[in-house]
Each structure stands twice: as structure tokens, then as C-alpha cells.
């Protein structure tokens, strides 16, 4: 046994190789990045993996560099007025001055439909300004001779007054002036909503001067305006002076005449005489509805006289008016404030069951004043 594992020890076995030695041989090419064609199917039942391209190799679909672009499609020449109304029709939601661009480099036999006209400085007045419709009314062949159309005038008129924006209505009637068209009752009234809205009651009487230097009679709607205006600034007493003077010209005051001096008569501080002017609009016959009464007690709450408010409140579940969620929260917050926690209870369920508002608005409103009463006693 022993010579047998000195033979062995002796003998010199292969040791196995645990690690294989790299091949020195340069690596295939990779394979030619292009379509295989169509008869070649890979080689195994699953497709092969597609390695991620080198964004340094050049693909097969870019075209050569001196290969010239596809020729454009020609675009078909207009040369009827449907045409161009159609093309200006398709143009103006996404691009009005690539629209307005048609109008003017259409031939000279062609001439602009009205309503095309129209929709350009509608569209123009609304996205761009008066001065913009202006300038494309003197683009085209229009004189004292040939004015534009009066109802595409109307039309920009119109969206200027929608507007709102007495600077934009005030460059608006020299425009309508230098085509023939004369401005209505109805832009007057606009122009001077702007003003009231800017809070300027001399501007606001400027428009109505101008209004009959221009020969034009304010209606209904301009005496309310002037009204409403006149008294949000606190000159209730001049607002008070067109009552006769809107009377003698065959307009009566309404609803909307009273509200608004009461507004104004609250504002100032003159709540009580709010009260008394409701007493004299019912007697003339006008009844009051909502925003009266909501007005009336919101500016009795402000003025701190919460029973005379608590009585208007009465006369308003009695006829089953709602109330306006400013006035609902003012009148809580008066309630809770003045310790009639009960009756601020009273309104939220009128509140509720005549749905005058959302629940949420009932709920955080009364909340609110309950939290503020309990920080209030701590």
C-alpha cells in the first residue's frame, strides 16, 4: 500500500483549469443595423432581444443631405366670397390676425361678406382691443362713401360692451362715428356700467351729458345705472334729484331704482331712511323683492340696529323670500354677537328648509359665530 501511493504521489495529474483563458481573436462584427427581410425568421422559437441603439449610429430611414424637402401642398387660391368667408371662418379660433390677414390680402373683385366682417372685429374687440378693429376697418376699401356694413359695426359694439371697459367704449364711438353708425341707448348704458363699476361717478355723468349732446334720450336702464352708480359713492342726495327728473321723462321708478338707493342710504350710514324708502316704494305701488329686503338687512345689520333687522327678517319668512348667503352670514354673526343664540338658531333652520344656500355655507357660517361667542365668554 505504501508503494502504491508513492507511485501515485509521483505521478503528475493535469490540474483543471479554473478559470478559461480569453481568446486573443478580434470579436465578430456586429450585424448590420437594417430591415431584415422578410422571409429570415430568428433562429429559436423566442424573437431576440434588441439591444439599445447608439444614439452616435447613423440610421437607415434619415434621408441623404443633399436630397431636397417634399414639395408643399399648394394651398387653392380664394376666389369667391363663400370661399373667403369659409377660410376666414376656419382661421379665426386658432389665429384672428392670421384671419384678419385673409380679409385683407383677398383680391380686390372679392368683396368681404358682412357676417365675416363681423365675426373679425367681434373677435378682434374681445382678444385685442378696439384700436385693433380700427385699424383693420382702415385696411380695407371702406369711406364716407362706402361705410361698412352697420351690422358688423353693431357687432363690435356689442362685444365691446361686454367688455366693459370704459377706455375701450370710449374709443368705440369715434369709430362708429367715422362710418355713419350712431351710438344707441344701449352703448351709452354700457359705457356708463363701466364707469360705475370703476367706481366714478363723475365719469359716470360725463356719458349721460354726452348722451344728450349726442341726441340720444336715456331710458329706463340709464336712470337705474346713473342711480345705482351715484348712490355706491355715497352721493345719495344727487341720486335722489333724477327720481323726478327720470318720473318726468316717462320713466317711473322700479325695483331696481329703490334697491339701489337703499344700497347707497346703507352705505352711507342711513339705515333707518332705507327703511322709510321701503315704506315709500310700497306705497307707489312697487313691491320689493329679495335683494331688497336681503339689502335692508344686511345695512341694518351693519348700522346696529338688529331689532329693526330682526322685523325685516320677520316680513321676509312671511312672504317665503330667500336670503342671499352675505346677508345669512351677516345676520348670524349680529345674532350671536348680540347673545340671541336661539334666534341665530331660528334663521339657520329657515335658512335650511327654504334652500337658500348649500348646507355648507349654512353650517360654517353658524359655527363660526358660535366659536367666536364661546372665545368671547372664556
Not at 507511485?7 to 478559470?19: D, I
Not at 379665426?92 to 358682412?114: C, G, Q
Request: proline share 11%; aromatic share 4%.
Amino acid at each position: 500500500m505504501g508503494k502504491v501511493q508513492h507511485a501515485m504521489r509521483g505521478a503528475k495529474l493535469p490540474r483543471p483549469a479554473l478559470v478559461p483563458k480569453l481568446s486573443t481573436a478580434p470579436p465578430p462584427p456586429p450585424p448590420p443595423h437594417g430591415p431584415r427581410p422578410a422571409n429570415t425568421k430568428p433562429s429559436h422559437g423566442k424573437p431576440p432581444r434588441r439591444t439599445p441603439r447608439d444614439a452616435s449610429e447613423p440610421t437607415a430611414a434619415l434621408a441623404p443631405v443633399g436630397s431636397a424637402p417634399p414639395p408643399a401642398e399648394k394651398r387653392r387660391p380664394i376666389t369667391t366670397p363663400a370661399e373667403l368667408s369659409a377660410a376666414i371662418r376656419a382661421a379665426v379660433d386658432d389665429d384672428v390676425d392670421a384671419a384678419a390677414s385673409l380679409a385683407l390680402k383677398a383680391a380686390p373683385t372679392i368683396p368681404l361678406p358682412a357676417q365675416s366682417l363681423a365675426l373679425l372685429l367681434r373677435r378682434l374687440a374681445t382678444h385685442r382691443s378696439v384700436a385693433a378693429a380700427r385699424d383693420l376697418l382702415a385696411s380695407l376699401p371702406y369711406s364716407a362713401d362706402s361705410p361698412a356694413p352697420r351690422p358688423a359695426l353693431l357687432a363690435l359694439a356689442d362685444a365691446c360692451c361686454r367688455r366693459g371697459d370704459p377706455r375701450e367704449i370710449g374709443q368705440l364711438l369715434p369709430v362708429l362715428s367715422d362710418h355713419g353708425v350712431r351710438a344707441d341707448a344701449h352703448i351709452y348704458n354700457a359705457l356708463m356700467k363701466g364707469h360705475c363699476a370703476a367706481s366714478d361717478p363723475e365719469g359716470v355723468l360725463r356719458v349721460l351729458r354726452r348722451m344728450k349732446d349726442d341726441g340720444v334720450e336715456p331710458d329706463l336702464v340709464t336712470y337705474n345705472t346713473l342711480i345705482y352708480g351715484l348712490a355706491r359713492a355715497g352721493l345719495v342726495a344727487k341720486a335722489r334729484t333724477y327720481l323726478v327728473a327720470m318720473a318726468a321723462a316717462g320713466h317711473f321708478p322700479d325695483v331696481i331704482t329703490y334697491t339701489s338707493l337703499m344700497n347707497g342710504m346703507c352705505v352711507k350710514g342711513d339705515a333707518l331712511g332705507a327703511l322709510t324708502l321701503l315704506e315709500e316704494m310700497k306705497a307707489k305701488g312697487c313691491e320689493p323683492n329679495d335683494r331688497t329686503y336681503n339689502t335692508l338687512l344686511m345695512g341694518l345689520c351693519k348700522n346696529r340696529k338688529l331689532d329693526k333687522a330682526v322685523e325685516v327678517y320677520r316680513s321676509m319668512v312671511g312672504a317665503r323670500m330667500k336670503l342671499d348667503p352675505p346677508a345669512y352670514a351677516t345676520f348670524i354673526r349680529a345674532l350671536c354677537r348680540a347673545g340671541r343664540v336661539p334666534d341665530a338658531y331660528e334663521v339657520f333652520d329657515y335658512g335650511m328648509e327654504s334652500k337658500s344656500f348649500p348646507e355648507v355655507t349654512a353650517y360654517s357660517e353658524l359655527e363660526s359665530s358660535l366659536k367666536w361667542l364661546r372665545k368671547l365668554k372664556e
